[in-house]
Structure formats: C-alpha cells, structure tokens
C-alpha cells in the first residue's frame, strides 16, 4: 500500500519523515500522525507539515544521501520543531518563518551527526527548540499560545488511558483520540514497538508516581512519553530485548523526573524529548560495555 505514496517521492519522503517521529519508516504512520495532530490543533499541523517539508527539501538540495531521505530522516527533528513553536507561542508571522528555518536547521544539524554515524534520535529537534525558546522569550514580547495558557483538566477516562495520553504526548497533543490514533499508528507498522511503548509507558509512570510525581499529570501522560520512545528504540522479539526496554525506560524516567523536579530546563521550555535521548545513551553505553566484556571473554577462553 505504501507505493500509493512512492509515486510522489516528496510525499512519501515528507510522511516517512512524520513517522520517524516515533522511529518508524511508514508512510501511513506518518499521515495518521498528521491526522491526529490537526486533530488537536489546525496550526500544530500545518506547523509539522511546513517544518518536515522545509527540512525534506533541505536535504534533497543539499543532495545528502538518498536513501536517509527515501527513510524519513530529515524529516522528524523537523517536525518537531514546527509542533513546539505552535504549541508554546502564539502563531504570529514570526513564528511561522521560524517554523521553516527550524525545520531547515534541524535537517543540516542531523545530517552532521548522521555523517558521523553518531545515534542522536531527535537531539538537533531540541537543540533548536531550546535555543528559539530562550531566544524568543528574552528578546520578543510573542504571548503563549492557548495550550500554555488553558489549564489541561485530567478526565475519569485519563486514568485508564495514560498509555495512549503518552502517545499523544510524544507529539504534543493532549486529546485521548490523538494519543489512541498515535499508538495504531505505531501499531500498523510494527505491533511489537507499539505494545512495548505501551508497557514502557505505564513503568515510566510508575517510576514517576513512587517520586511523588502529580498523579494528574501522569494520567494526561507527561510522564511517559519519553519512555514510550525509549520502549521503542529498544522494542524487539528476542528475551533480552526485554531487559534492554526495562532498563532505557527506567533510567529515562528517572533523568525526566530529576530535570522536571529540580527544574533544571524551565527557562528553555521544559525537558522535551532530552530524557528519551538520555535515557537511551545510557543504555546504549551499558550494552556497548556488555557486549565489549562478552567477546573479550569469548577470546580469552579461546
């Protein structure tokens, strides 16, 4: 079904980009996220269009490898950018340039590390939006938008579905509908990951409700959405695979946690995805360590 797409290589290019958001190189993953995005709110996504676009072209410009592009890569620190900055300020004319200079600037900074085979998943996404944030709140008098302003009221069906509020999370979108949609968009291309963020999900809320963590706040999945994202990462069919989810959603709730509590990233925005790129460093360094002892034994007793 995906050549539906292929037959518009920028389309396909753009909505792989969206998917890769949560790592899956999918087409229709991609356009579900959109839809659950306009869902929530016509700017954040005409926001992550924009942005993923700028971001695609830039790549296809600059004549950077095919292949990541077919892949989405260019696409996804992208279109997180364009989401922030409608989520944070008020869509002014400003914030609309910066959507696609965000969008572009994400694109040559994970190029950069892509060259240099370095695993950074969304870190030039919230380099940016860092920097634009700080940027803009120092030096321009641009209000927030509603959904900084509006105070977020947890439902009765928020507890039940904290999960899927996660997933939603992940892309800055509070309805129950987004986050649902979100995760049978991850579902369609790879059951395995979405169950496994599911599961990461509720053990990051866990981890977040014995810290004393506001329970209303996890039920709306504030505290899980990084640890969907690291349960992804890591999701696979072997046994240790298991242990590698347990232990990256584990040391990732526990970073967010730490930044949130000691308000470390207030004055930048708020930790976005940090504690998912954290977290999973950590386990990257932990199995790069594991299996360097396995085949140093393995050499030895040979």
């Known amino acids: 079904m995906e ?22 190189e999918n087409s229709w993953t991609g356009l579900l996220f959109l839809i659950g995005i306009f869902m929530g709110s016509w700017e954040q996504g005409l926001s992550a269009l924009m942005a993923t676009t700028a971001g695609t072209l830039t790549a296809r410009l600059l004549k950077y490898d095919q292949s990541e592009i077919n892949a989405g890569l260019y696409g996804f620190s992208a279109a997180l950018v364009g989401v922030a900055l409608s989520f944070v300020f008020k869509n002014t004319l400003l914030i609309w340039i910066l959507v696609i200079i965000g969008g572009t600037a994400a694109a040559v900074i994970q190029h950069f590390f892509i060259k240099r085979k370095i695993p950074v998943f969304t870190l030039p996404f919230i380099l940016i939006a860092w920097a634009l944030v700080f940027i803009l709140h120092r030096f321009t008098e641009i209000p927030p938008s509603r959904f900084i302003t509006e105070t977020i009221l947890p439902t009765n069906n928020d507890e039940f579905l904290y999960s899927t509020n996660a997933f939603g999370e992940v892309i800055f979108q ?129």
């Open 3 to 24: 050549k539906i797409f292929e037959k518009v290589p920028l389309l396909d290019q753009v909505l792989k980009g969206t998917g890769q958001i949560m790592l899956q």
């Open 174 to 302: 509070g309805g129950i509908l987004s986050g649902i949609i979100f995760f049978l968009a991850v579902f369609i291309n790879s059951p395995v990951a979405a169950l496994y963020g599911f599961v990461g999900s509720i053990i990051g809320g866990f981890i977040s409700h014995l810290h004393g963590e506001p329970i209303d706040k996890i039920h709306l999945g504030l505290f899980g959405f990084n640890a969907v994202l690291s349960a992804i990462v890591f999701s696979g069919f072997k046994k240790i695979d298991g242990f590698w989810v347990l232990l990256a959603v584990a040391a990732t709730a526990l970073i967010d946690d730490f930044l949130i509590d000691y308000d470390l990233l207030s004055s930048v925005g708020g930790v976005f995805t940090f504690p998912f790129v954290a977290g999973t460093w950590v386990t990257l360094l932990i199995q790069k360590i594991t299996i360097h002892k396995k085949t140093l034994n393995t050499d030895l007793n040979n």
